[in-house]
């Protein structure tokens, strides 16, 4: 991060004003930092235009560790024993499939969790402490952008245009 | 509910965190005298041993696996309204998600000590858990009664996961409307979340990762469930119908149970704006197909049974309705599919007091379904001379009402100390409103 970047949270009522600001800030010399909202809104993601998340691959390989490890456990207790029960083999796929069906989702529930974690950072509490506004928990949706010192007004102008309110962050990191 | 803007969603559902009231620790205090004694028995029969049941020869099975089932099948709407309505984006479920999840972290929390209240020599449940030991003793993965050790933990880490997962920026919106210790605490628990677009673009897919993977695992579960019954060779149990019928069962359940708790929930918090009559209506809905799906397998049991020519199937079939358990059979069907029609009528499921017997009824009529199967099959089995009957002693009603005190009384904790409707979802459907 820039030492001298000044940092400019516009405060937003809709989702169509804070995505607007977004894109006007694609076309403008300052950055986007971040946004903060409410719940997931796809006119902001959209605006952002972000790849898609990459979650789903830990949540694959949880599910093929899962599968395989409840299949073969399941071999495994049985082949301790080599007990024959109503004339099933000693190896029953159909059962075992049972088994390895449950730990599939399991671990693959286990993957999706860490995924999710590992990727969107959790938990971390810096981002409490640089540049938030508790209100984008609530009702407004914020877009925190930075600019070199100096253009703080033509900042604030882009905002306050899509109609946003201002919440300046005056110390530099 | 289109007309409350976010702010006042918040504040509707941040109100309800207030410091309680006299009466409800009252009520707390009072449920939790029943999980006293609930826990007492259980004490009692761990000292005297499992005699102190009514469980006998041929009647091995009673209560406690009544309730294990019964508890199981309450557990399974949550995950219908939070995961497999969420696949199907119907909106009307998010008001009533989140208390319905929690009910199926609470339930399947209950279910889960039945079988070990059931083993007796409680203290030796480590022979079912499958790792190296010195006795050189391994579980065997035939057996349906190990499917569904797999089957309940699982269901039971998956659901607390997704619960934790959907409470997270609910924690994060209270922690922002907090100070002191309150805060210190919803800080800790939120894991520092601030709704930035990087989480929430992996929070989207990873709550859709989970709902895609409760859906199955719901139905896999009270499926392993049934094929506890359905692979033991008895009669009245051993049907391939059995998963579907305990799947519906369990939902049907399940949903009555939505009901029990949504009703009184909506008038204590002053949720009418939130959980409107448009939402009970539909859950309503959903019994009358639950139930009818229930009834059908009911008279399809029948069908079979006489279609068979099976004389032991046909001895079941007959006792089950004209036998010492009759009275059992009149309530499972009489509650779960008769009464429940009564949905079809907009007047009467848009009554709230209506509404709220006929849930009652339901879960009372479902707990008596799992009685007349899992009782009624093992003490009318192949051999007159090894008939019995079986009745529940006075610790296992101790027992019984300790497992409901436990379930009303963490539920109560709940919806006093977190969010009980989901102010994320509610802002989505405001918005999309």
Same mark, same amino acid.
């Given at each position: ?24 800030? =694609? ?53 301790? *024993? ?39 950072? +959790? ?51 | ?37 609930? =826990?007492?028995? *259980? ?17 091995? *099975? ?29 909106? !009307? ?106 989480? !929430? ?54 949903? =009555?149970?939505? +009901? ?66 009759? *009275? ?38 479902? !707990? ?61 459907? =405001?918005?999309?409103?």
């Amino acid at each position: 991060m820039n030492s001298a970047e000044t940092h400019i949270l516009g405060l937003f009522k809709s989702e169509d004003q804070a995505a607007e600001s977004i894109r006007e800030l =694609a076309k403008s010399p300052y950055s986007l930092k971040r946004t903060n909202t409410p719940f997931p809104s796809h006119k902001i993601m959209d605006a952002l235009k972000l790849k898609p998340s990459k979650v789903g691959l830990f949540t694959l390989v949880g599910g093929i560790t899962g599968f395989l490890s409840g299949f073969l456990l399941a071999i495994f207790t049985a082949t301790r *024993w080599n007990l024959i029960v109503s004339g099933k083999p000693i190896i029953s796929l159909i059962p075992f499939f049972i088994v390895g069906f449950e730990f599939t989702i399991l671990f693959a529930v286990f993957g999706n969790f860490i995924g999710l974690l590992t990727q969107a950072r +959790l938990p971390s509490f810096k981002g409490l402490d640089q540049y938030y506004d508790p209100r984008c928990s609530g009702e407004y949706f914020g877009v925190l952008a930075a600019c070199q010192a100096g253009q703080q007004d033509g900042l604030k102008q882009l905002f306050e245009k899509q109609g946003g309110e201002i919440k300046e962050f005056n110390e530099t990191i | 509910m289109s007309q409350l803007t976010y702010a006042q969603i918040d504040q509707a559902i941040i109100n309800t965190l207030t410091p309680p009231r006299k009466s409800y620790w009252l009520i707390v205090f009072l449920l939790f005298c029943g999980v006293f004694v609930g =826990a007492a028995c *259980w004490v009692y029969q761990i000292f005297i041993g499992i005699g102190v049941a009514g469980q006998n020869n041929p009647a091995a *099975w009673g209560t406690y696996l009544i309730n294990f089932v019964f508890w199981v099948g309450i557990a399974h709407s949550g995950t219908l309204i939070s995961a497999i309505l969420h696949l199907f984006r119907a909106g !009307w479920r998010n008001p009533i998600a989140r208390a319905a999840e929690t009910m199926t972290v609470i339930a399947v929390s209950i279910a889960g000590l039945f079988p070990f209240i059931h083993l007796g020599r409680v203290w030796q449940v480590y022979y079912m858990l499958p790792y190296p030991n010195q006795r050189m003793l391994w579980p065997n993965f035939l057996s349906p009664l190990v499917f569904d050790v797999v089957a309940i933990s699982t269901y039971l880490t998956v659901s607390s996961l997704f619960w934790y997962t959907g409470l997270l920026p609910d924690l994060a919106a209270v922690r922002d409307r907090s100070t002191g210790l309150r805060r210190k605490i919803f800080k800790a628990l939120s894991f520092g979340w601030t709704g930035a677009h990087e989480q !929430w673009r992996h929070y989207g897919r990873g709550y859709l990762f989970f709902a895609a993977l409760a859906t199955p695992l719901v139905i896999s579960v009270h499926s392993v469930v049934s094929w506890d019954f359905a692979l033991g060779i008895v009669p009245g149990w051993h049907t391939t119908i059995f998963a579907p019928y305990f799947v519906a069962g369990a939902i049907h359940s399940g949903l =009555a149970m939505v +009901l029990t708790l949504m009703i009184p929930l909506r008038t204590m918090f002053k949720y009418e704006n939130i959980i409107t009559m448009e939402v009970l209506e539909n859950v309503a809905k959903t019994i009358v197909f639950t139930g009818l799906i229930v009834g059908f397998a009911y008279g399809t049991e029948y069908f079979i049974a006489w279609y068979s020519h099976n004389s032991i199937e046909i001895e079941q079939f007959r006792w089950r309705a004209l036998g010492d358990y009759r *009275w059992g059979f009149y309530f499972m069907v009489l509650c779960n599919t008769l009464l429940p029609l009564l949905f079809v009528f907009k007047k009467v499921r848009t009554t709230i007091f209506a509404l709220f017997v006929i849930s009652l009824i339901v879960n009372f009529g479902m !707990w008596w379904e799992r009685f007349v199967i899992i009782v009624g099959g093992v003490a009318h089995g192949f051999s007159p001379h090894a008939w019995g009957l079986y009745a529940p002693t006075i610790i296992e009603y101790g027992i019984m009402l300790g497992s409901f005190s436990l379930f009303f009384f963490l539920f109560l904790l709940f919806a006093k100390h977190l969010p009980s409707v989901s102010m994320t979802e509610m802002k989505e459907t =405001a918005h999309h409103e």
